[in-house]
């Protein structure tokens, strides 16, 4: 999206070229645009390197792996939440699925961290179970009048979806950091070194709309796909 910028229409404001406010263009009238050479990468001169790449893996995997702790706790929670509400027998709580890495005994339930952190499940006492007690029966799953054991499966999914809501919000109400639309070195004989785009310039907007961020001048690009002239302005 980028090279598309630069291969049609680019307006440069700099302090030492031109007064502030103004944009110009170092392509002479008539001239036939330089061919963009080059990658993406290229022209916001984000070289990567190992200890960069293994440190972004290791922190996705991190932000992954919280996440889907995050989710799998909240719905595990709001079925175990309600199980106990209606007083039915809950005999284990887990987070992860297979083997069982770690357990602790509080009452009649049993917490858990299991091998596999990609889910996690509600056990409650069924008629298999051994040494149950008149009591233990009543309270079993099975034995609950329709309606109740329909809360208990509504209840895990209905909590993702106030965890979405609440969160939602929270982020339109914060807001969310993004990266300065800040230029490289534009690799020499491209469109945007001819216009004399340098090292340190900052995108402040695109075909008109101003640019706060990468992701605003993404959003502004993909929109304007395919149109013979997007004019940028630095």
């Known amino acids: ?20 406010g103004k944009s110009v263009t170092n392509r002479p009238q008539g001239a036939e645009e330089p061919r963009v050479r080059g990658s993406n990468r290229d022209l916001v001169g984000s070289d990567s390197n190992l ?45 992860g699925m297979g083997p069982v890495l770690w357990r602790r005994r ?24 051994a040494d149950l007690t008149e009591e233990d029966r009543s309270r079993l799953y099975t034995r609950q009048a329709r309606w109740k054991r329909g809360l208990v499966l509504f209840a895990g999914p209905a909590t993702n979806f106030v965890l979405a809501f609440f969160l ?14 800040v230029m490289g070195t534009p690799p020499a004989g491209t469109q945007a070194a001819s216009e004399n785009v ?14 706060l961020g990468i992701t605003d001048m993404n959003v502004e690009l993909f929109g304007l796909a395919g149109s013979a002239d997007i004019p940028v302005r630095f």
């Open 51 to 95: 200890p960069h790449l293994i440190m972004s893996f290791l922190l996705g995997l991190a932000g992954f792996l919280l996440t889907i702790g995050i989710i799998v706790i909240v719905h595990e929670g709001g079925h175990f939440f309600t199980a106990k509400f209606f007083n039915i027998k809950v005999t284990r709580f887990s987070f």
């Open 168 to 181: 939602y919000v929270m982020v339109g109400a914060i807001g969310t950091p993004d990266f300065a639309a």
């Open 1 to 20: 999206a980028a090279q598309g910028a630069f291969a049609r229409l680019v307006e440069l404001q700099t302090a030492e070229a031109d007064p502030p």
């Open 198 to 211: 340098r090292q340190g310039d900052r995108v402040l907007s695109v075909n008109g709309a101003p640019v």
């Open 106 to 129: 509080k009452g009649e339930t049993e917490y858990c961290f299991s091998a596999l952190p990609l889910g996690g499940y509600v056990r409650m006492a069924d008629e298999a179970d």
